[in-house]
């Protein structure tokens, strides 16, 4: 009986999988569409991180930096926000590696 009740709650909620690729590569949450497109946010994050330490990381790493303060959030508590933004941030390199940049829609409702 378990098992049925883990289906039906389940079919309600999306897996943490399903909700990154809506953020991610469907863009369904307009929030996040104000953060620019994924690849080119990363970059910009770079130049930030070696302006403030000198140090020039490859983008691969500065994911690799992200995904490791994920999961020692989760280290300390689970949070299914960390989960998503691991799925997140792994879909961002995964698309970084082959080169693929994501369209992002405008929500300047002043333009």
Known sequence: MKSAEIVEKSEEVNTVLEE?????????????????????????A????LGMTGIDLPIQHMYSALISLKLSREGFSHRRDNLVDICGYVQGLDD???EVRRNVVDNDKDE
């Open 20 to 44: 990154a690729y809506d953020i991610v590569v469907a863009r369904k949450d307009d929030g996040h569409n104000d953060y620019g497109e994924f690849t080119e946010s990363m970059a910009r």
């Open 46 to 49: 770079k130049i930030i991180f």
């Open 96 to 98: 970084f590696y082959n």
